[in-house]
């Protein structure tokens, strides 16, 4: 329901206001402009309907601090006794939708506010069709673009150039009809890849663009790699039968904010190249700019030498938090760290991390997943090595920690969890021990 934020000083006329709009509306009223901010602050209206002559601060004034506080054009109807026409024409001017010349009939006010809570939502349905992609509903180029553009002045993460692999098949062997089916569903799967802080957006054709905040590492951008493919094979099937054979997949070119710099135009270039070398490297894969930028670097023919091999083997962006590696990598380290231990009796400490799903209506295991690794990394040191073991279970590899102070490591864990958005579908449970 529209919900109509009322303000008038002279009580009578804000109880006519509100009866007869209470029956078609939801409302909040205020008996002065001050009052008025206050609730519009907190109740976030559809509307104002306000007298013009107000003491301490006129419904003028209340409508332009409004408008400067919040830097958006809000809906205002103004109610008023005065019949000259220089008042009407001062409201318009500041944007004024409508006025209503006290005392009015209710059947006027409720017809002249359905009006125009009409027009703003055809103007909001206007806004959001020029900003919508209109075959798979996510932004469409020139608002993606400008959305990422500013988020790669203002955040960090990593762009991601994401193109269709052997798409036109699907056009030539099935028709374009097809087609369009198989580019909504990627756009779902895209949708289900990506975070709400996240932004997603249609290039154009089978071409896709995305910027994943606080997104670094290439284990993260590995998992939606293989999320893409996987789940666009299964649409693929599901809609041209199990017999289709079009090696179907998705390229990502990905490059690092702002370690690659902060302006759209450079980082989507980049971003490209990375997208050309997957293409031409055997598609179904992502790499990132970095990656690419130093093999192009690379003097085959400069001898090795141990500072040389020190470069190759450092890594490349330390980034914050602890190390995350996939299972077999950290198998490895684990089989090292167990002979090292072997021998000098180091304090190296173990966690494992489970977690399940509070109910049937709470969102995919894999969401919850994601989320408490990117918490887990946050809340570890630099040194400490983190793995994803199945689908629903974190390993973690404390080095230089004894037993007796893994409560203070499992406490701001658990702590940064439950003020997490998933702590409310999701369950966390933990279990301590030693490397052996």
């Known amino acids: 329901m529209k919900k109509i934020l009322i303000v008038d000083d002279e009580k009578i006329f804000l109880m006519i206001a509100e009866r007869t709009l209470s029956s078609s509306y939801a409302t909040v009223c205020a008996s002065s402009a001050l009052e008025a901010m206050e609730l519009y602050r907190r109740e976030k ?22 408008q400067e506080e919040t830097g958006e054009q809000i809906p205002f109807m103004f109610m008023t006794a005065d019949t000259a026409e220089e008042t009407e024409s001062r409201g318009f001017d500041i944007g004024a939708m ?16 359905g009006n125009i809570l009409k027009t703003v939502e055809k103007i909001q349905g206007l806004k959001k069709a020029a900003v919508l992609d209109k075959m798979t509903g996510l932004l469409n180029k020139a608002s993606a673009e ?20 052997n798409f036109k098949l699907v056009n030539d062997i099935y028709g374009h009809a097809m087609g369009d089916k198989i580019l909504i569903c990627f756009a779902e799967i895209l949708r289900a890849v990506v975070r709400p802080v996240d932004v997603v957006g249609r290039l154009g054709g089978d071409e896709f663009i995305a ?18 493919n996987k789940y666009l094979v299964d649409a693929a099937k599901e809609l041209m039968g199990e017999d289709m054979n079009i090696p179907l997949g998705a390229s990502i070119g990905c490059v690092v904010v702002p370690d690659e710099g902060i302006e759209f135009s450079e980082l989507s270039e980049k971003a490209d190249k990375a997208l050309y070398a997957v293409k031409q490297n055997g598609k179904h894969g992502f790499i990132f700019y970095t990656d690419l930028s130093q093999e192009e670097g690379k003097d085959d023919s400069q001898p090795t030498n141990l500072a040389n091999a020190i470069k190759i083997l450092s890594e490349r962006s330390r980034k914050r938090g602890a190390f995350m590696l996939p299972f077999e990598q950290f198998r490895v380290v684990y089989q090292f760290l167990s002979r090292l231990n072997m021998n000098y009796h180091n304090e190296i400490s173990m966690l494992l991390f489970s977690i399940k799903e509070k109910n049937e209506a ?19 040191r630099q040194s400490d090595i983190v793995t994803q073991n199945g689908k629903n279970q974190c390993i973690v590899i404390l080095p230089q920690t004894s037993s007796s102070n893994i409560n203070p490591v499992t406490e701001r864990v658990m702590r940064n969890w439950k003020e997490s958005e998933f702590s409310a579908d999701f369950e966390v449970s933990f279990e301590c021990g030693r490397l052996e």
């Not at 209206?45 to 306000?50: A, E, F, G, I, R």
């Not at 400008?146 to 193109?163: K, N, Y």
């Not at 709470?362 to 570890?380: A, C, P, R, V």
């Open 45 to 66: 209206p559809d509307m104002v309907l306000s007298d013009l002559r107000m003491p301490g601060m006129s419904g003028y004034e209340l409508k332009q601090k409004l």
């Open 211 to 228: 910027f994943c905040q606080n997104v670094y590492d290439e284990v993260v951008i590995e998992k939606k790699s293989r999320f893409i």
């Open 362 to 380: 709470s969102d995919s295991l894999e969401k919850g997943i994601e989320g408490f690794s990117d918490i887990l990394l946050n809340s570890l």
């Open 98 to 113: 409508d006025f209503i010349q006290k005392p009015f009939h209710a059947d006027i006010l409720l017809k002249r506010v």
């Open 146 to 165: 400008a959305e990422i553009s500013r988020l790669c002045r203002t955040a960090q993460g990593a762009l991601l150039m994401i193109d269709l692999d």
